[in-house]
């Protein structure tokens, strides 16, 4: 018998704490499908979320981030159209320059309330969640 399981990734909001008002970073990506993303990836076996986190923010913004929470799970399984992923999302802090690294086409740093509109897979939805949180300090609903 065998199993088909999502595969597990990780998502990673930065907040850019040396700048005033916490702006993110976010990654034009190098590789379909197109668009703006939080940076992130695939976890590798034998690694944990967090290792991974830290990881694939090293590697497609070249910041060395602090995990200061997981904040949501997001397992739709038409979140990415490549195949059924789900996502741990962290919250994360870093200081410097970011810069666009490994599948990264482009990097951008952004307020929560200036995003760019052709945000991937369902990016879109994990930072209105996100803004939500931060202004009102309340998780987003389940389902």
């Known amino acids: 018998m065998s199993y088909r399981n999502p595969v597990p990734t990780v998502d990673i909001i930065i907040e850019l704490m040396d700048r005033p008002y916490r702006p993110i970073v976010l990654i034009e990506r190098l590789n379909p499908p ?9 976890v590798d076996y034998g690694e944990s979320v967090e290792d991974a986190a ?12 602090k995990l200061t929470e997981q904040f949501q799970v997001y397992s739709d399984p038409q979140r990415d ?7 741990v999302v962290f919250l994360a802090t870093a200081k410097g320059d970011p810069f666009a690294g490994d599948d990264a086409k482009n ?16 990016h879109d939805r994990i930072l209105r969640d996100y803004r939500y949180f931060r202004e009102h300090g309340l998780r987003p609903k389940l389902g």
């Not at 197109?34 to 695939?42: C, D, E, M, S, V």
């Not at 159209?81 to 996502?87: A, E, I, Q």
């Open 34 to 42: 197109f668009g703006w993303a939080l940076p992130g990836g695939f």
């Open 54 to 65: 830290e990881r694939e923010a090293a590697e497609e913004t070249g910041l060395q981030v």
């Open 81 to 87: 159209p490549r195949l059924h992923t789900l996502s």
């Open 107 to 122: 990097l951008g740093v952004f307020e929560i309330w200036d995003l760019p509109s052709n945000l991937c897979f369902d």
